[in-house]
């Protein structure tokens, strides 16, 4: 191959060939930049005096598997309309850093498949290179997702850190993307997405949130067209709750009774799908002789599955009908968790009944939640808070896989 079709290859066509030697197994070559760098590199005027060299060292793609530098002598020139004494901008080198352009897309590649240690360890170079590359073509990027054509949005918090540090997400949910990530949780968190989302002009037909006060009202104000539709999940883990905090009072009241360890270690048993307890493990008999011990238990527990079915009706009017009926079971139980219960969901039927009309979760954000714990436990956490937020963003490309 010739040492033209070479410095293509490396994505530095055009610098002619000084020197090449081997040194210590890496490769390395001095190239002189083409004349057409003679300019300014502000105002692009050619009417320049040559003011000396700089040397700049650069990283170049592997040779082989050979690590390659490249010494290049940088010009120095006045230029007349200026009056400034500047370095030429090098061509394929990326400005005011130590490696090309063709380096650093690289990088991003193998970052798709690697870490930022494997980086780093492959291609020779500290791991801060690497981390800086990347960030650098995140920003590029991600750094401000468009929000014009967002419809369908969901909004829930996620925990970054350990002592209840959070941040609020809000997620695309026909693209699946992060769109927004705020510092903090509740509606002060969501003031800079407002913003952005009233000068982008998109028009947002439907939200997805859990019930959360602040959430709730900071959509009913600034999204006032807008369908506000609670999350099922939220509705059914609020219900488990009830239903766990009834267990425990039953438990306290029988704990002079003989049947005391039939209603203890039930908690999950009670939480389970009926299709999903375990024979092997007895939990059918096991659910049977908590529930035969005790009505109140029994009656709850009936009436945390029948919930579920408040999403699985034809449509709006049957869903009505039902959410209304187990209410007022619920009411004519007498048993207090279940009255609170009824009271919660009629407080937020139109917002549990928009789920007809839009038929929409925050389900895909739990599932990137889940993502974002990998990508933390890939990165072995992020010091960097800007490069994290970047990460986000670009999270709904990427390829998480968990080795060892």
Not at 16 to 24: G, T
Not at 99 to 123: C, E, G, N, P, W
Not at 203 to 222: E, G, H, L, R, W
Not at 237 to 242: A, D, P
């Amino acid at each position: 191959m010739s040492t033209r079709g070479l410095y293509l290859a490396i994505g530095l066509g055009g610098y002619r060939h000084v020197a090449a030697w081997d040194e210590n197994g890496q490769f390395k070559l001095r190239l002189q930049p083409p004349e057409s760098v003679f300019c300014c590199p502000e105002c692009r005027s050619s009417d320049v005096i040559r003011r000396g060299t700089v040397d700049r060292k650069v990283h170049a793609p592997p040779i082989g598997l050979r690590k390659t530098i490249v010494f290049i002598r940088a010009p120095r020139v006045e230029c007349r309309r200026c009056q400034r004494v500047r370095v030429v901008r090098l061509p394929s080198v990326v400005p005011k850093c130590n490696h090309t352009k063709s380096f650093a897309k690289l990088v991003v590649d193998l970052r798709k498949m690697m870490t930022i240690q494997d980086v780093a360890r492959y291609l020779g170079v500290s791991s801060t290179m690497i981390r800086q590359i990347d960030k650098r073509f995140l920003k590029r990027h991600f750094s401000k997702p468009k929000l014009k054509n967002v419809r369908v949005i969901a909004i829930d918090e996620i925990s970054i850190r350990k002592g209840y540090t959070y941040a609020t997400i809000v997620m695309d949910l026909e693209s699946g993307a992060i769109i927004f990530v705020g510092n903090g949780k509740g509606e002060k968190a969501l003031k800079p997405f407002w913003k952005r989302l009233r000068s982008s002009g998109a028009t947002i037909k439907a939200a997805a949130t859990d019930m959360s006060s602040a959430y709730f009202s900071a959509v009913q104000t600034n999204l006032p067209k807008a369908l506000l539709v609670f999350d099922r999940f939220h509705i059914v883990k609020l219900m488990n709750e009830k239903l766990s905090m009834l267990r425990r009072e039953l438990q306290r009241e029988a704990e002079e009774n003989l049947h005391k360890n039939v209603l203890k270690g039930t908690r999950w048993l009670l939480l389970k799908a009926p299709q999903n307890l375990e024979t092997k493990r007895n939990e059918h008999q096991r659910l049977h002789e908590a529930l035969s011990l005790n009505q109140s238990l029994a009656t709850a527990y009936y009436l945390k599955e029948d919930l579920r079915q408040i999403w699985e009706q034809g449509n709006l009017v049957d869903g009505y009908l039902f959410l209304t009926d187990w209410c007022a079971r619920a009411r004519a139980s007498g048993i207090k968790v279940l009255i609170t219960m009824a009271n919660t969901l009629e407080g937020y039927r139109t917002g549990i009944l928009n789920w007809y009309r839009h038929n929409i979760s925050t389900g895909p954000l739990e599932g990137t939640n889940n993502k974002i714990k990998t990508l933390k436990r890939q990165a072995y956490g992020f010091r960097d808070e800007e490069y994290f937020q970047l990460k986000l963003y670009a999270l709904h490309e990427a390829k998480l896989k968990l080795i060892g």
